[in-house]
């Protein structure tokens, strides 16, 4: 625990100065926090993470051992990163052509999910609350709610903020309303957008 700091880094832990590391995040064996990094309050970074310079990690985020994310790379609030879930920054890269200034942004949005070996080509958002599963190819954005998984990833169902998923259709007509058999919330979907119906 460094001295004073507000949050745990295992002694194998490399860190380096100035970066902001919010209060209750833990940083476990052989990560690496690169200069300018920003991490938020009560994240658990598993073995072996990378963090590079410039990234924003929000608050409650969890990434699972082996994960490498890139400059350039945002992730929002109560984002779950599973193990070996792989990030690019670079749509074309090559060792002998130098494209740092290149690089493109990929914005995981609040409360989504990432499976374990999952790959994300840069460029993409993945919307709120949004489900990739293990191994996807995911090669554009993904909508609010949405589950995606195959490769290269398509959509095939929708998930509650929960994680239990829902009974909507995956048809870009009409409009249906259903409730989350778990937890209760309701949601609507128009087309391919998905909201859930907030009690007034």
């Known amino acids: 625990m460094k001295e004073g700091s507000g949050y745990f880094a295992h002694d194998s832990a490399l860190i380096d100065e100035p970066c902001s590391v919010g209060k209750g995040t833990k940083i476990w064996h052989f990560c690496h926090i ?115 998984y195959g490769n290269p990833a398509r959509l095939r169902g929708w998930m509650c903020s929960c994680g239990v998923k829902l009974g909507l259709g995956i048809a870009n007509d009409g409009d249906e309303t259903t409730s989350c058999a778990a937890c209760r919330r309701s949601y609507r979907k128009k087309g391919l957008t998905v909201s859930e119906v907030v009690p007034t």
């Open 34 to 148: 690169m200069t300018g990094a920003v991490i938020g309050e009560h994240c658990s970074l598993g073995q072996n993470v990378f963090v590079g310079s410039g990234c924003v990690i929000g608050n409650n985020v969890k990434i699972q051992n082996n994960v490498s994310v890139y400059e350039r790379v945002i992730l929002e609030d109560d984002v779950f990163c599973g193990p070996s879930s792989v990030f690019t920054n670079v749509e074309n890269p090559r060792s002998h052509v130098p494209r740092k200034n290149e690089y493109q942004p990929t914005l995981v949005r609040r409360g989504a999910t990432i499976g374990a070996n999952a790959t994300l080509i840069c460029g993409a958002t993945l919307g709120r609350y949004s489900f990739v599963g293990a191994g996807a190819v995911v090669t554009r954005d993904v909508p609010d709610y949405a589950m995606v």
